[in-house]
Every structure is written in C-alpha cells, then in structure tokens.
C-alpha cells in the first residue's frame, strides 16, 4: 500500500503529462512538436547504432575527462591556497574575477590558442568546471572548526594526516556542493564547444538536425542531452550520500537536539 | 532533510554564522597587508599575461598583451555600439531573471506550502531541472531565431530552478511552533504567509536569486554567442571570425568586469532585504 502510494506519487505527473501531450498532438500534426509515438520511433532509430559510439561516446568521453581533471585540480589547488593565508588574500580577487566570466566566452578563445581539436574542448570544459570547485574548497578548507583545529594540533597531528583526517572531511559538504554545480556547467560547456566548433558529437549533430529542419530527430537529440543530465545527476547525488553519510548523520542528531 | 546538502553552497554567509557560533573568543586580527595583497595579485596576473606574448610563450597573434586588451576595452568604452551591446545583454539578463524570479516565487510558494503537490511534483521537477538549457537552443532558434526571445527563453528556464527550489527549501524550512502559535493567534493563511513564510523562506530566495544571476548572465551571453541574438556575445562571435584579436580579448575581458559587478550587486541586495536577518546582523552572537 505504502510502497503502491509512493510509486504513485512518482509515476502520476509524468504520466499524466505525456497524456496531455499525446493529446494535444493527436488532431492535427504540429511541425515543431512532433507526437510521443514519432519520437520513441525516430528516438530508436537515431540513437540506436553507430551514432552511439562516433557521437555519444566521445563527448562523454571529453565530458568526464574534463570534469575530473576539473575535480583533481580544483581540490589540489584549493586545499594550497585554502591552507596559506598570504596566498588566498594575493589570489582571491583575480579568482574571483575569473569565475565570473561566463565560462562560454571561453570557446572562441581557446579555439584560438589551440586549434579545433578534442583537447581544446576538455580544456574548455576545465575551464570553465574548475571554478565552482577550486573557490568552494578555499572557503570549505578556510572554514575548517577552530577547536577542531586546535586539537589536532595539540596531538601533533600534521602534515598529509592533517590534511586526510581534519581538513579534507571537514571541508567535503562545501567541495561537494561545488562539484554539483561543476557538473552542470560542464555538460554546459561539452555542448557548446561542440556547437561551435565541430564535426562530431552531441552538440554538433543536433545543430545539423535543427539546421536541415529533422525536427523529431533534433527533439531526440534533446531528449539524449536530458538523460545524460538526469544520469549524471543520480550518479552525484549517491556519491554525495556515500561521501557525506557522516555529515547527514551529525546533522540528523543536531536537528534532533 | 535535503535542505542541509543546500547550505554550504550559501557560501560565505553560513561561514560567518558558523565561526562566530562557535569562536567568537578570537577576536580578528587587523592586518592591513591583507587589502594590499588582493591588487597586488591581479597586478602580478596582468604583469604574468603581459609578458607571456612579450617573451614568445604564446605568440602574440593568439594572445595579445594586456596592456593591447586594456587599450582595446578603453577604446570600446568609447563606442556606442558596444554600449548598445552591452545594454542588450543586460536587458536579456533582466528581462529573463525577472521573469524566472517571479515564475518560481509563484510555483515555489504555491507548491511548497502543500505536501501533496510536493510530492506530486518531486519525480518531475527532479527530472526536468538537470536538462542542460543549452539543449533548447536548436529549439529557441527555430521558434524565435535570432531575436531576444531566445535568449529569453534559455535565461527563464536555466534560472527558474535556482530560485524554485530555493523557496522550496525554503517553505519546507518553517518552523511549526511558530507557525502553530501564528494560527493559534488566529492569522489566516495570506497573514501566516506574510508574517511566517515569507520571512523564513527570504534568506533561501536571495541566495536562489543570486545564483540565478549568474546563471543568467551565463546563458545570456550563450545565447548570443551560438544563436547570435543581439548583445556581447555576438560581438565577440564577430570580432573572432572577424580577426580583430585584441577586440575580442577586450570583450571577454568586458563580460568578466559585468560579471563581477553582478555579483557585488547581488551582494548588496541581499544584504540589504535581510538586514534584519541573523546571518547579516553581526552584532547579534547566535
């Protein structure tokens, strides 16, 4: 019963949704809103074949490489500057201007420095991920628990160990709110170097599809764009609850308190 | 709850709130070298970037010297046409946070305050809100072309779930005892709204509205840089295609300095609307 409401309260909006959907483009054919049935069809023949591994694949690809290489950067770099108090008040205001350049702008002018290539577009997407991330370890790791700090000190706690057990934990609520935000971007960014400048890949082929006017085929290409986010937003939220399970605990006993 | 995952990206202000919770026993330490510093690093950025294509690092083709940008980007300021470019990004910026702001105020209140709707809207709303908007493009240039309308349209739809689920967070985060003691006093549910509510929900608005922001003004300049719709971003399309190497280094260096001023405009006005806020009022020792 309990589950059957629950599954209901998951299942009832999209579906009936996709009813007024279908009915809506069920009297006449509309160009630009193409009917549930077409698109399933055109969804299976687009997507189902070699576009999966010359168009798909590789943007993922470039997607990951960029959005880990962010990651790694990112936390490294944030955990030096964070920890260094002279080297974030010379820094924080160059950043700070540089995260708030519109990470798209990036694309002409990296396309200019290094040529139409893969690894300009996992550059662009380094680029512009890298913010979110780096600027929030900085405060993650600035606000590390003075007591917390004074402790480890007293027990001699230092060096890689105090990085590893106090301030890397400490500092992994806001790290990870960063990476959500890093992630979206860099989806973001995948697309648009590839809108701009390409001859393959997610991006690039739904332009060509919108250009030659194949419009439940563009519509298809949208609706790959939307799982990809929708996955990669599943995979974020259950790494966050495994990284953080200690987080939402301490926090469950505080709210209770 | 989920709201707790949501507080560390308030960045700054839980931090403060967080310290003095919990040190207020330090008192901080005035060190002038500190205000110093700041332009010091972003003179010694601009010293770095100068002499990369002075030395040959990078060939000055590619990467201009900043001393050529800056003078590029004064040149500009004296331009009406890049003025009129810039109030085109602007107005797209407004008119499209302005408009997600007021959509997800409406929404979010109305769906936050009723746990069925809740609910009913969780899958949906979960599913939708990680489309990249940039995947509309195709559809906005076949709808509107290359016309503001585009632009709009990617600006509302990547805003709008900034706010919204900020004032759902929010909403979810009123507490009962007043809300019961407000009922108990006999307010009405367009008073609890007002007097309950909408205070609680305020601090969540401001930051949704200040990331919403900066979203816009991403998505603004996307527009205009992919669709070509009209504003900064066409012009550094343009000054790309066009070879004009410095100009374009001037025009992004311009979207940076609207960026930043964004910011410290939100700033401002959060810090303005929740003056009487704990978060803001440093005085009070939580």
Redesign the interface.
């Known amino acids: 019963m309990n589950w059957a409401k629950s599954f209901g309260y998951v299942v009832g909006l999209p579906l009936l949704l996709v009813l007024i959907w279908w009915a809506t483009t069920m009297g006449r054919p509309n160009f630009f809103f193409p009917a549930p049935a077409l698109l399933m069809d055109t969804f299976g023949d687009v997507w189902f074949g070699e576009r999966i591994i010359t168009d798909v694949m590789p943007s993922l690809g470039r997607l990951l490489t960029g959005v880990i290489a962010a990651i790694g950067i990112g936390v490294t770099t944030g955990l030096l500057i964070g920890s260094v108090k002279w080297l974030r008040a010379l820094l924080e205001p160059t950043l700070e201007f540089f995260r708030a350049v519109p990470p798209p702008v990036l694309v002409p002018v990296l396309m200019l420095l290094m040529g139409i290539t893969d690894s300009m577009k996992v550059v662009v997407i380094i680029s512009g991920c890298i913010w979110p991330v780096l600027l929030n370890t900085i405060e993650g790791v600035r606000a590390v628990d003075g007591v917390l700090s004074d402790s480890s000190r007293t027990y001699g706690i230092a060096g890689w160990a105090r990085i590893r057990y106090l301030v890397l934990p400490s500092a992994s609520p806001q790290i990870m709110a960063g990476i959500r935000q890093c992630l979206s971007i860099g989806l973001i960014l995948m697309v648009i170097s590839e809108m701009f400048a390409s001859s393959s890949g997610l991006g690039f082929t739904i332009v060509q599809f919108q250009r030659s006017f194949a419009i439940p085929e563009m519509w298809s290409g949208i609706i790959v764009l939307g799982l990809i986010g929708v996955a990669l937003s599943f995979i974020f939220q259950w790494t966050e609850r495994r990284v953080l399970r200690w987080y939402h605990g301490q926090k469950e006993v505080e709210n209770a308190g | ?1 989920n709201g ?6 308030l ?2 202000k839980s ?1 403060e709130q ?2 003095r919770a ?2 207020p026993r ?1 008192p901080r330490r005035a060190w002038p ?2 205000r110093i ?6 003179l ?2 601009l010293l770095t970037w100068e002499l990369i294509p002075r030395v040959g690092i ?1 060939e000055a083709r ?2 201009p010297p900043a001393s050529d940008v800056i003078a590029a980007l004064l040149r500009y300021s004296g331009l009406t046409a890049f003025w009129v470019s810039v109030g085109e990004t602007l107005l797209a910026w407004f008119l499209g946070l302005l408009m997600a702001v007021i959509a997800a105020i409406v929404l979010g209140f109305l769906i936050g305050s009723s746990t069925f709707l809740r ?6 709303v ?2 939708l ?11 906005a ?3 509107f072309g290359v016309k503001i309308e585009s632009s709009l349209m990617l600006i509302v739809y990547a805003s709008f779930w900034q706010v919204f689920i900020q004032v759902l967070y929010g909403v979810a985060d009123i507490d009962m005892v007043a809300n019961n003691t407000a009922k108990s006093y006999g307010l009405g549910p367009m008073a609890r709204i007002r007097y309950v509510v909408f205070p609680t929900a305020l601090p969540y608005l401001m930051t949704g509205v200040r990331l919403a922001a ?1 979203v816009a ?2 998505l603004a ?2 527009a205009e ?2 669709i070509g719709s009209p504003g900064l ?1 066409r012009e ?2 343009l000054a ?1 295609s066009g070879g004009s ?1 410095a100009g ?2 001037a ?2 260096l311009a ?6 001023l ?2 410290m405009l939100m700033r401002f006005i959060e810090k303005k609307t929740l003056s009487w806020h704990s978060s803001v009022r440093s005085e009070v020792i939580v």
């Open positions: 709850m707790n995952i949501e507080t560390p990206a960045g700054l931090r967080g310290s919990i040190s330090i070298l500190q510093l700041g332009p010091v690093g972003i010694g950025f990078v590619f990467l609910t009913a809207t969780n899958s949906t979960e599913f809100r990680p489309i990249p908007s940039v995947a509309l493009i195709p559809l240039v076949l709808l900066a003004l991403i300049i996307t840089l992919i971003g550094i399309a790309q190497i374009m280094y025009l992004v979207t940076g300095l609207i960026g930043v964004i910011n």
